[in-house]
């Protein structure tokens, strides 16, 4: 039977996240993968009921070796666009269900196009962008539209004390130079640059000053939701530590090996008559990731899902209830604003 969850770049920043969080709520059958055979051993110490199976991008069978007994693979290893290909390619090959935590655009992009068909043929779940960046997003816009026929805007509002970028997250904005697009008039188009505007996220964040930064939720939104405008805020002093090569990269600071980093999102959607809004905040964008992740892994493996083949966060689970069932230790879900329009 298929009960291993493999964790593909298990020894990375976001990847020690998630094996730590499936070990917290009881999983044991866990597979630690990834290129680097002495960086699995070592973390192996931690965990030594793990089984690790290194395997390589470039070699199919150790890639089909390592996932033989998985039913849920995590790929946390990027940059996406060389990883997630070959990993969902022996996904498809061996019935196992998938995971990513691409913010690219180029990648879901890619995943929709490539494997759609087989993966609804073969009744295989394949979720890219199941994290801070493109799930969170998904899964507060669905929340607060779901009983709406059409929505005319959604805003996503991104708001962070710091930002201080792992190696992975160097490496992928290095190899990512696709034009970003966002969704207009109900069309992907290509990004043009918008005004610096002003943004209160409330505390701890407070006042940012905010640029448009469309990532991959416009894509996975857009995929499911009858939305004609889409667009995504970045907090600016964020975006500048992320492009100065001098910021360290994150340090922990508690129990949970979280770092200091603060952060807010802010979802408004608006249709004809009323604008609604809901707010996430929590600490440590990375290690987010890791309890959305293994609540996705709850759902798949209860059945708690509402289709397979390539989907997104926001429509393969119940948004709401997904949302409501998060730890607020790990992330805190406001209640939904609602506004007459005038």
């Given at each position: 039977m298929?009960?291993?969850?493999?964790?593909?770049g298990a020894y990375g920043?976001?990847g020690?996240?998630i094996?730590s969080?499936?070990?917290?709520q009881?999983?044991?059958?866990?597979?630690l993968?990834?290129?680097?055979?002495?960086k699995?051993?070592l973390?192996?110490?931690?965990?030594?009921?793990?089984?690790?199976?290194?395997?390589?991008?470039?070699?199919a069978?150790?890639l089909d070796?390592a996932?033989?007994?998985?039913?849920i693979i995590?790929n946390?290893?990027?940059p996406?666009l060389?990883?997630?290909e070959p990993?969902?390619?022996s996904?498809?090959r061996?019935?196992?269900?998938?995971?990513?935590l691409t913010?690219?655009?180029?990648p879901?992009?890619?995943i929709?196009?490539?494997?759609?068909e087989?993966?609804?043929?073969?009744?295989?779940?394949?979720?890219?962008?199941?994290?801070f960046y493109g799930?969170?997003?998904?899964l507060?816009?669905?929340a607060?539209?779901?009983d709406?026929?059409?929505t005319e805007?959604i805003?996503?509002?991104i708001?962070?004390?710091s930002?201080?970028?792992?190696?992975?997250?160097?490496l992928t904005?290095?190899?990512?130079?696709y034009?970003?697009l966002i969704?207009?008039?109900?069309l992907l188009?290509?990004?043009?640059a918008?005004p610096v505007i002003k943004?209160?996220f409330?505390?701890?964040i407070?006042?940012k000053e905010?640029?448009a930064?469309?990532l991959?939720e416009?894509?996975t939104?857009s995929r499911?939701l009858n939305?004609k405008?889409?667009n995504?805020?970045l907090?600016?002093?964020?975006l500048?530590?992320?492009?100065?090569e001098?910021?360290?990269?994150?340090?922990?600071?508690?129990d949970k090996?979280?770092?200091s980093?603060?952060?807010?999102?802010e979802?408004?959607a608006s249709?004809q008559n009323?604008?609604?809004s809901i707010?996430?905040?929590g600490q440590d964008?990375?290690?987010?990731?890791?309890p959305?992740v293994v609540?996705a892994?709850?759902?798949?493996?209860?059945?708690r899902?509402?289709?397979?083949?390539v989907t997104?966060?926001?429509?393969v689970f119940?948004?709401?209830?997904f949302?409501e069932?998060?730890n607020?230790?790990?992330?805190t879900?406001s209640?939904?604003t609602e506004?007459v329009?005038?």
């Open positions: 298929k009960e291993n969850i493999a964790i593909y920043h976001t020690k996240f094996v969080e499936l070990y917290r009881g999983y044991k059958n866990i597979v993968s990834g290129r680097d055979e002495e699995l051993k973390l192996q110490k931690q965990y030594p009921d793990a089984t690790i199976k290194p395997a390589d991008i470039h070699d069978a150790s070796n996932f033989s007994n998985a039913k995590v946390c290893a990027g996406y060389d990883t997630a990993i969902i390619k996904a498809l061996l019935g196992s269900h998938y995971i990513d913010a690219e655009q180029k879901v992009l890619d929709f196009e490539q494997f759609s087989q993966a609804r043929k073969d009744q295989i779940l394949i979720i890219p962008a199941a994290a799930g969170l997003g998904d507060l816009s669905t607060i539209t779901n709406w026929n059409e805007e805003n996503i509002y708001g962070l004390d930002w201080h970028p792992t190696k992975g997250t160097r904005g290095e190899r990512n130079h034009k970003r969704f207009k008039d109900k188009q290509e990004f043009e918008k943004w209160d409330k505390n701890p407070g006042v905010i640029i930064l469309p991959s416009i894509i939104i499911h939305v405008n889409i995504t805020y907090s600016q002093n964020s500048e530590e992320l492009r100065n001098n910021t360290p990269e994150p340090k922990p600071v508690d090996n979280r770092s980093q603060q952060f807010a999102i979802v408004t249709n009323t604008t609604r707010t996430a905040k964008i990375y290690a987010v990731t890791a959305l609540e892994i709850n759902r798949i493996l209860s059945g899902i509402n289709k397979t083949g997104t966060m926001g429509e119940e948004a709401s209830d949302l069932s998060l607020a230790d790990d992330i879900i209640s939904v506004s329009n005038i």
